[in-house]
Nanobody, 125 residues
Framework: VQLQASGGGSVQAGGSLRLSCAASGRTFSSGAMAWIRQGPGKEREFVAA????????YYADSVKGRFTISRDRASSTGYLQMSILKPEDTAVYYC???????????????????WGQGTQVTVSS
């Protein structure tokens, strides 16, 4: 599976951005897609995930109520709608995915086998 993330950019605090993650290659009818971010000088952290078939969603507490993850199964594309952005949301955002059923936690970074290249999101105050 190849993942291509796009949609990053610079925005002022309170603004919105939508990230996209296009999957190609071995596409998946089950599994999951997630967004993970890494801020300057910080470790990578889980942001959100979606079960690809059933659509269950999972969010980090820091983004609940502001970010929405979704997916379009027909086009094998995932999305992260980010609203009410804060300077602390500044990071490189990666999409990640796994195929098939798994007992691995949706929240764990090692629960994903495929990673995209990342897209920069910068939020200014």
């Amino acid at each position: 599976v190849q993942l291509q993330a796009s949609g990053g950019g610079s925005v002022q605090a309170g603004g919105s951005l939508r990230l996209s993650c296009a999957a190609s290659g071995r596409t998946f009818s089950s599994g999951a897609m997630a967004w993970i971010r890494q801020g300057p000088g910080k470790e990578r952290e889980f942001v959100a995930a979606i079960a690809w078939y059933g659509g269950s969603v999972y969010y980090a507490d820091s983004v609940k109520g502001r970010f929405t993850i979704s997916r379009d199964r027909a086009s094998s594309t995932g999305y992260l709608q980010m609203s009410i952005l804060k300077p602390e949301d500044t990071a490189v955002y990666y999409c990640a995915a796994r195929t098939g059923q798994s007992r691995r936690s949706f929240f764990a970074l090692d629960g994903y086998d495929y990673w995209g290249q990342g897209t920069q999101v910068t939020v200014s105050s």
